[in-house]
C-alpha cells in the first residue's frame, strides 16, 4: 500500500481535488442568477455554496483521520524512530500545561471585552491565553530555527 501510495498519492489527491472544485464550481454557476437576485441580507440564506463547504469539510475530515491512522501506523511499525515524535509532542504538551497553569483569566482590555461578550468562563479563558502564548512561542521558535539553519547553511 505504502508503494501504490507513493507512485499515485499525490495523482489522487489531486484528482479529488480537482473533482471537488467542478463540483463546486457547477453547483455555483447555476444558481448564481439567482443568488445576484438576492438582496444583501438574504445572501447569508442562501445554499448556492453548500457543495463546496461540505466537500472541503468531508475532505478534512478524510485527511485528518488518515494522519492520524498512518502516524499511528508509523508508531507501531517502527517505535524506535518514532520516539522522536513522541518526544516532541510530550514537549509540547508540557509547554501548553505550564502556559495553562500559569495564566490568568483576562479582567481587562479586548480579551475581557471577548469573554464577556462570548460568556466564557475562567477556565476557557484560560485555554485560550495558553494557546495564544504557546502558538507565539512555537512561531518565534521556527522563525530563530529558520535563521539559524540558513546561517549554517551559508557557511556549510
Known amino acids: ?20 472544485i467542478v463540483v463546486f464550481f457547477a453547483s455555483v454557476f447555476s444558481g448564481v442568477d439567482a443568488f445576484n437576485g438576492l438582496t444583501k441580507e438574504d445572501r447569508g440564506t442562501t445554499t448556492i455554496f453548500n457543495a463546496g463547504l461540505y466537500a472541503t469539510l468531508g475532505l478534512l475530515v478524510v485527511c485528518a483521520a488518515a494522519a492520524v491512522l498512518f502516524g499511528i501506523f508509523h508508531m507501531v511499525t517502527n517505535p524506535k524512530g518514532a520516539m522522536k515524535a513522541i518526544i516532541a509532542l510530550a514537549v509540547l504538551l508540557v509547554l501548553f500545561f505550564a502556559l495553562y497553569s500559569t495564566s490568568e ?34 512561531g518565534a521558535i521556527a522563525v530563530l530555527s529558520f535563521i539559524v539553519s540558513e546561517i549554517t547553511n551559508i557557511f556549510k
Open 1 to 20: 500500500m505504502y508503494k501504490s501510495l507513493t507512485k499515485y498519492g499525490q495523482l489522487a489527491a489531486f484528482s479529488v481535488g480537482l473533482i471537488v
Open 105 to 138: 483569566p483576562e479582567t481587562s482590555g479586548i480579551v475581557a471585552n471577548a469573554v464577556e461578550k462570548f460568556n466564557l468562563t475562567g477556565g476557557q479563558s484560560q485555554f485560550i491565553s495558553a494557546a495564544i502564548k504557546s502558538t507565539l512561542i512555537l
